[in-house]
Structure formats: C-alpha cells, structure tokens
C-alpha cells in the first residue's frame, strides 16, 4: 500500500523550503580577506603596545560583528529564511573566533609556528555545533588541549575568552583534552549531548577528529537505549515544567512543548542512535517519509525564524513568545488581517500547527525507535521481551490487538479496509483502558485521507465519537490524542477550523481547541464527583441532568465556531444544528444544544456585571432560560467554561456569583418568589437584629438595631448585621471617626475590610483609589449609608496568602491605607503615582472606550456600561467622575477580562429618578470617554482630593446616645435621603475591582 501524505498545515504567507548551509552565500554577511588585512595592520601598528593593539581588535571585531548580523537581520527580512539566517550569524561566528584564534596565535603569543599536534583546537558545541546560532543564544565552545599542553595554550585560551566577553557574547566554554571529554561523557549526559554535536571551528583539526571517533567507539557504542531515555526523560520534565501544553498562547519557541528543543531532541536521538550526520539521511533509514522529512525542516525552519526575529526585535536572547511582540513580528513574516482573524491571530494559528506537526513527528520517530530497538535484541532477550510483551486479542475486536498494555493494529491495512476503524481504533482504546501504540498512530495519521463525507456521516462512527465523547473514564485523554493524530479536526471539520487557533488577549491561556479539550475535561471530572470542594453546586446538579449528551456535545462545542466575522455564539448554535443531527441527536436535544451555545456566556456576564439584588436582574435571566433543567445545564456548561479558560481565573467569588443566581432563578422559576412586601419584610428583619443583640443595653439595642434602611435589613445576612452593630458599637466608644475590621475567607478566595467613614459624595472614588494605590484588587464591595449619615461599607478583595495570618495581616495594611488615604494623611494621586512609576502603558492592546446607556435593565435604576482598556486607578477616576456629573450610585460591577475591563453602574440623578434626557445621555457618554482614554478633563481636575475625616462631623450627624428617645429612621425610606449629602453612595455597591 503506498504511503500516505502526512498531514501538513495550511500554506500562509511565509513557509518556503529550507535550505542546506552549503546552499547559503555568505559573501555579504563578512569579507573575510579585508578583516583580516585590517587585523593584520592593527597587529603591526601596535607591535609594541600591547594594550592599544587589545583595544584597536576589540573595537574593528565588534564593528564586524555589529555589520554582519546587521545584515543577517536585513536578509531575514527579505527572505524569510530561519535556517539560513541562523546560518548566517552561525559562519560569521566562526569566522571572527578564527580570526580572533589567528591573531592571538600569530601576534599575541607568535606559536602559529608550532607543529599541529601541539597547538589548541576550538570546537563548537551544543546548537552553535549544529552550525545553527540564533541572534541572543550563548555561544558554546569547546577549547581542547593537546596531551603536551605549552606554556601557550591556556594563557591563549584566557585572552580569547575575555576579548569574546568584551565584544558582548554570552561564551558557554570548556577547557580539556580528550580524555577528560571521554570521561567527563561516560559520566554526565549534558556534556555527551554537548560534545556529540562537536564541530572544528579552527586550530587543529586532528584533535576534533581524534574525540569524534573516540566518542563514536568508546561511548556511543551499544548505549544507544540508555541515551534515548534520558533525552526523553529530560524532554518530559522540561514539558512539565513549561506546562506540560504547546497551547499556552504565550509559548517558549526554544524550551516549550513542539518548539525547537523539541526538533533538537529528536535530532540528537537520531545521530546518536542511528548514526547520521544529517537528518536527510533518516529517510535514506526509513526513519521519515520523504514527506515527513520536508514537513521536519520546514518546522524547523519557521520556528528559526521566529526566534531570530524574536531575539532581534527584543535585542537579547528572548524565547517566550509574548504578547507585546507578536503583532511585529507576524507583520515581518507578511501576515495580514483576514475576516474574522487578525494577522496576529492568523500567526499564532500557524505557529501552533508547527507545534502540532513537532508532536507528529517526535511520535512517528519514536515509533520506529521501538521497532528498532526490538529488532536489535539479542536472542535470549529479544525471547523474554516478547513473552513480556506478549500481544493479546481484544475482545470483540478483530482489527485491533493488546500489545504490552497498548492498542495496535492486528494488520496494516485495517483502516483502508474500514475507515470506520479510525474512529474505532479510540473507541476501543477508551473501553478498554488501553493506551496508544506510537506504530498504531503512525499509520493513523498516514491513512486520515480516509476520512471522507461518507465516514463523516456514517451511522456508526458517529455513534463510536458519541460514545468516546460522553465516556465516564476519561473521554478528554482520547479526544485530545485524537486531536494530535489530526482525526478530530478532519471527522468535524469546524472543529478543524479551531484547532490552534488562539485569540489575541490576555484573558484566554489556551488556543480554542485546547480550551474547549478542558473544558471537556472539566465537566468529565464533575460528572465523576470529583472537585466538589471547588464547585460544589455544579457537582451537586449534575445527577439530576437529564440530556447529558446534549450537555457534553454543548460542552465540546460551544466556542466551536470563534475566527468568524460573526458572533461565535450565535454562528455556534447554526453548527450545532447542523451537526447534532449528524450525531443521531434528537430535534430536542438538537435544540438544547444550540440553545446552551448560543446562551453560554450569558449566566457569566449576568452574575459579574449585573445587580443579582436587582428583581429585574433575575426576571430577565429567568425569562431567558426559562426550565429548570437548562438552569442547571447552563450552571455546569459555565463553571466548566470558565474553569478550561486558564489557570487562576477561576475562583471562590465567581463561584458564589454563579450560585447566589442559580438560587434566585430557581426560586422564580418554581414560583417561590415571595409575595410580602418589602416593607414589612424589611421591619422584620430590623426586629430579628433588635434580638439578637441581647447583650447590648436597652438603650445601645435600640439605637443600633436602627442605624439601618430597607436595603440593607434584606441583603445582609443576620449574623453579619450583628457583627456589624459590635463594630460600630467598638468605634462610637472610642471616639474614632474612621474605623476598619478585616476578616479573611479562605473557600471564597476573598479577604473583607469593613469601612466606617462620614458620608460623601465621592467616598467610593477615594476607597477605591486607595485600594488601588495599596495593591488590592476588590472583587466585591457592599456600601451602604447608616440613619446618622455614616457609610459602613465592606470591601471584599482578592485573596494573596494561603495562610490566614499573613492575609490578616495584608489586609490590616490596606485599612490603615484607606484610613490614612480618608483622614488626609496621604495624598491619593500621589501613592497611586508612587504605584504607577516606571511601569509602561499597555501598547500591546487596544480596546476602543465604549460607553452604553440603558433604562431597560432595571425597573428603578439607568445602567451604564463602560468598556476599555484596565489600568491601575481606572475606578477610581471613573466613579469620581460620575459623582461630578451628579449621579447617584446605587451599584457597581466591576469585572476584568485579561487587558479589558467592563465596569457597569446602577444610577439615579440626585432626586432618585432615572436618567432618560438623551442630551444627558452623550454628556455622560463623552465625560466618560475622556476619562477612560486618559484625556485631560478640567472640569475633574478642579475638584477637590477628597479629604473626608480631618476633624469634620458629616452634615446632619446625630451621635450614637445623643438621639431623641424613640428616634429611629424610617426603614422603608429610600437610601438617598438625608441626611446624607447628595453622594455617589449606594445600597450595595458589588464586585469593584480596584486596578493594581
């Protein structure tokens, strides 16, 4: 049967051959013959003056280098070439050390007339001896002795070093002879990887050939499977390491997983074990196919040229692929913006499918390694591996057999045979609990031009990748070697579509694919119970979900139809629709599916941007979902959504958010909402507190069981309420104006400070500039205005410590720093300047200021929301503008994705009335605008700093005790009232993250 193609990436603007170093001209890199003559004389104009002659080399080296790789760089450009212009800075390498060698030998130390045999040799080694040197790598060498080492050789050695450490380079060097080398290799792997990749720079060249052919006979012989393990096992450690993902979308070309480490390992392995010198010769071997070879020096190739123009943009050896230099350099690779995908994104596609077709290759290689191995057994040996090893029918299965605990192919020409087998081949692997045999993947991937409209829709395989997909073992294992082999992306093609796609931001860890194989994972995990004290709502619900197939399908594709010109969710629930039937979904858990796609992001941005206190909050969302049981199923898709996001984007707070709007839309849509006014309800609970506080005086029990107004009585639980009375209690007997009590929750991530401050209009502002200016990013903040005209509010930022201590401690420091920032002790744009010194703007992203007004989310509040990019202090400066434009807030949400912020506000004007004037409405828009673009806003710069504490009683304050008998506010009057001044405060402001 003749071979098949192996599977090759997309042709984009930049692949092209790579080319062989002997094909390279290196004329314009350096003309030798001038350095030379130029060297020559600098050597006789300062015969005698041995430090000017230093100093004279020193500068015309340097200027030589400087113009070469000038030029190397300038070539990079033109033609795209990694290989080539690692080449290039590779020769002009040799060629200074060379003439730097000379020079000291002929002019330095005058031995150039010793005999061969008694003078030094330099020797390249690691990458640098492959011929290959990116732009900021060190340069490795290797300085071997003759066995009579003259009075010459290290004091030569010593002068090279430090004119190489002068001109700049990072030199990696090695002193010895041969039988050091020798010893050295039996003992330490590094150095026998080292010198395996020796190459003669200059000196004498019998040395170099005396270690090749000692390290060929004396340690390369017959340790060919000890090597192979350890460069292996150095491979996995370095993966894990990095990650253990060659998806995360800030990737080390050099060290990641599928990076150039990775080519290099394989390389290493193949000169070592097979004995070649170039890795065309591996084809000659049956190794590779003549494909597979070009597909290899093609990765390797792209991947050069990434880390050469990485190393020369960023001026130093640079090999995480960040954010900050992907759009330049995808513009120098000729990348441009196509619908629905910017240039950047389109680069880093096509980096990942490199990284792939490394995963590809290092399997197909490591296949034929085994064979090999196997086949080079002794007798006896070979005997008992095969009685170890023995291969053991599968039951019920004809095409595939047990080979050592790992699935193989009972005949070569099964897949031919029956396409259906290439879904099969993991079917039974997953029932089984079989893992793969790397010959059996090799000729997978070599037969996917099976996979055919007529596979694709064919009853059966679409029954086995159900199956696969709703497995209770572990169906995110198979599916993601399913996605490696390329079957996944190749039997749904717009799963294909995705497969490496990454989005320019930094919110998402992951390419698409690779998000939505973890989120798999994700649900998979809750399904089996597992993760419970994380989530334990969702691990709670999904017992009781009855189309668990339409959820794991909504699962696997719910960001399925991302780098489309249109809204993903929207064009995902088209997909679905098309491909559930194709599944032998029904036409309801076909319309479950679309619907759980087209909704997935909404419970997320309604928990982290809407009031949940809010009653038109919960009717919208309930009115959109609708049944019980797609509120579950919506509660577990987005737990598993944000989860597979990224390490450290989910928490214990998102996690109460999703549960606190689990709980009030099942209660409306099982017709639980209650029915008793809010009056009553809130006088109710002011009586509740009155008891509780049974240790206070009659009189203490009176006044501060009511402090309070209607929204706090029915948000704040009775326990906090208590707490809360003690603490005010605490400050009014000490005579404080400002006060603040920390507490420290471990499961919800958090850590709460509580603020007892005079009322203000720009409170809000000045606590969040504070917490900002201290480092703390508030994920939450409950702010209400006590009868006595004090704000009580309770701040809740992200945890820092896992031990409560040192976070009760943290947080202490960022009370004294709100209370100093408060009572004027420390000037608020100056600590947040403090904190913002020498850190540089963000220019990577760009997130044009959006500002939208409605009067259709809430019954009593106008909503406004605001998109840009986050910076430290944006809050702060966002909500004091809104207290100058006279504006009332009720609530806050602010929730940050990545680079971007969306901060939204619940206000009223002054009188408590909704903001409908449409003048109005652009007045605020354009006020917020020029804030959130950093624009100069004289009307906020004339307004004061807000000192709210320096010894002034708040307008209308009555102190605890000073009261008329029977004096008590009125519980059903609205917040706003006084005696508070006209103020920005609100009746439970949450989730404000402070910039820092």
Request: neutral net charge; proline residues 4%; aromatic residues 8%.
């Amino acid at each position: 049967m003749p071979k098949q193609r192996l599977a090759t990436i997309a042709r984009p603007e930049y692949i092209r051959p790579a080319p062989r170093r002997q094909d390279i001209d290196f004329s314009d890199i350096l003309d030798i013959a001038a350095l030379k003559a130029k060297v020559d004389f600098i050597a006789s104009a300062h015969a005698e003056q041995r430090d000017p002659m230093r100093q004279a080399l020193l500068v015309a080296l340097k200027e030589a280098n400087a113009q070469g790789r000038a030029k190397a760089y300038e070539l990079l450009k033109e033609d795209g070439g990694g290989l080539a212009c690692a080449a290039r800075i590779s020769w002009l390498q040799d060629r200074l050390i060379a003439i730097l060698h000379d020079f000291v030998l002929d002019h330095v130390f005058s031995a150039s007339s010793m005999p061969p045999s008694m003078q030094i040799a330099v020797a390249a080694v690691g990458g640098y001896g492959r011929g290959t040197l990116a732009p900021g790598s060190d340069i490795d060498l290797l300085f071997l002795l003759p066995a009579r080492k003259l009075p010459f050789c290290e004091p030569s050695i010593e002068y090279m070093l430090y004119l190489l450490w002068d001109m700049g380079f990072k030199v990696g060097h090695a002193t010895r002879t041969v039988e050091e080398c020798i010893r050295l290799s039996e003992e330490d792997m590094t150095i026998r990887t080292a010198i395996l990749e020796a190459r003669l720079i200059c000196g004498c060249a019998g040395l170099v050939d005396d270690l090749e052919a000692r390290f060929d006979d004396e340690i390369v012989r017959n340790t060919g499977p000890q090597f192979i393990a350890a460069k292996l096992a150095e491979r996995n450690e370095r993966h894990r390491k990095a990650g253990d993902t060659r998806y995360l979308v800030e990737p080390n070309v050099k060290e990641g997983k599928g990076g150039l480490r990775d080519l290099h390992t394989l390389f290493w392995i193949a000169k070592y074990y097979y004995r070649v010198r170039e890795s065309a010769d591996l084809v000659k071997l049956g190794v590779l196919s003549r494909s597979e070879y070009h597909l290899f020096r093609k990765s390797d190739d792209f991947l050069w040229a990434v880390r050469c123009h990485m190393h020369f943009l960023t001026g130093k050896a640079e090999e995480r692929l960040s954010f900050d230099i992907q759009r330049e350099i995808a513009e120098s690779l000729g990348y441009q913006d196509h619908p629905g995908m910017t240039s950047v994104e389109r680069f880093m596609k096509h980096y990942f499918l490199v990284a792939k077709n490394v995963g590809d290759l290092t399997r197909i290689f490591c296949a034929a390694l085994e064979d090999q191995q196997a086949k080079e057994l002794p007798g006896f040996s070979a005997v008992i591996n095969r009685f170890r090893r023995r291969v053991r029918k599968i039951a019920g299965s004809l095409e595939f057999v047990d080979d050592g605990g790992r699935i193989a192919l009972a005949s070569p020409d099964i897949f031919r045979r029956d396409p259906v087998n290439l879904i099969r081949f993991f079917h039974i692997a997953d029932v089984n609990g079989l893992e793969f045999h790397p010959a059996a993947l090799k000729q997978l991937t070599r037969s996917l031009g099976l996979i055919t409209p007529a596979l694709r829709e064919n009853e059966e395989a679409n029954r086995l990748f159900i199956s696969i997909l709703t497995s209770r073992r572990d169906p995110e294992l198979v599916l993601r070697r399913m996605n490696e082999a390329g079957v996944l992306g190749r039997f749904i093609p717009d799963f294909g579509r995705i497969v490496s796609l990454m989005q320019f931001n930094m919110y998402h860890h992951y390419t698409v694919d690779e998000h939505l194989l973890r989120a798999v994972d994700m649900l998979s995990r809750i399904d089996r119970g597992l993760d419970q004290d994380i989530h334990p709502l969702a691990a709670k619900l999904m017992p009781q979900v009855e189309e668990r197939t339409a959820l794991y399908v909504a699962v696997l594709l719910h960001d399925v139809a991302k780098g489309r010109p249109e809204d993903h969710s929207q064009a995902g629930a088209r997909l679905a629709r098309r491909l559930a039937p194709r599944f032998r979904l029904t036409h309801k858990q076909t319309e479950t599916v679309a619907w759980l796609i087209e909704e997935h992001l909404t419970m997320s941005m309604v928990a982290q941007t809407r009031d949940l206190n809010d009653r038109k909050t919960i009717l919208d969302f309930a009115e959109r979902v609708q049944s019980l049981d797609r509120l579950k199923m919506l509660m577990i898709l987005t737990v598993c959504d944000i989860r597979a996001v990224g390490p450290g984007v989910w928490n214990g707070w998102k996690g109460q958010l999703l549960r606190t709007l689990y709980y009030e839309t099942e209660l409306l849509l099982s017709g639980g909402f209650s029915d008793v006014p809010r009056k009553e309800r809130a006088a109710h609970a002011a009586s509740l507190l009155f008891d509780a506080l049974d240790d206070f005086s009659s009189k203490d029990r009176k006044t501060y069981s009511r402090l309070h107004y209607q929204p706090y009585l029915l948000s704040v639980s009775l326990d906090d309420q208590v707490r809360h009375a003690r603490f005010i209690r605490e400050t009014d007997k000490a005579a404080r104006t400002l006060a603040t009590m920390v507490r420290t929750h471990q499961f919800h991530a958090i850590t709460e400070i509580t603020v007892l401050a005079p009322d203000h209009p720009r409170l809000l502002a000045i606590i969040a500039g504070a917490c900002a200016a201290a480092g703390a990013n508030i994920v939450d903040a409950q702010i209400f205005t006590t009868s006595d005209g004090r704000a009580l509010d309770t701040i809740l930022i992200n945890r820092e410590f896992n031990v409560d201590d040192d976070e009760t401690r943290r947080a202490a420091s960022i009370g004294r720093m709100i209370e100093d920032v408060l009572s004027g002790k420390k000037d608020l744009p100056g600590v947040i300047a403090s904190r913002t010194k020498g850190r540089k703007r963000n220019k990577t992203f760009t997130v044009p200021p959006a500002v939208t007004i409605s009067n259709s989310l809430s019954n009593k509040f106008t909503v406004v929301e605001v998109e840009c990019l986050d910076r430290t202090g944006l809050l702060s400066e966002i909500t004091a503008v809104l207290a100058d434009l006279s504006l009332d807030i009720h609530s806050a949400h602010i929730t940050t994705f990545g680079e971007k912020v969306i901060d939204t506000f619940y206000v009223t004007d002054l009188v408590g009335a909704k903001i409908t004037n449409e003048t109005r409405h652009g007045h605020i828009t354009a006020r917020l605008k020029a804030v959130m673009a950093e624009q100069a806003d004289e009307v906020r710069d004339r307004m004061p700093t807000g000192i709210i504490a320096q010894g002034i009683a708040p307008l209308g304050h009555v102190p605890p005790g000073h009261a008329p008998e029977g004096y008590a506010p009125d519980v059903s009057a609205p917040q706003t009232v006084a005696p508070a001044p006209a103020s920005t405060r609100s009746a439970g402001a949450r989730k404000m993250k402070a910039e820092g």
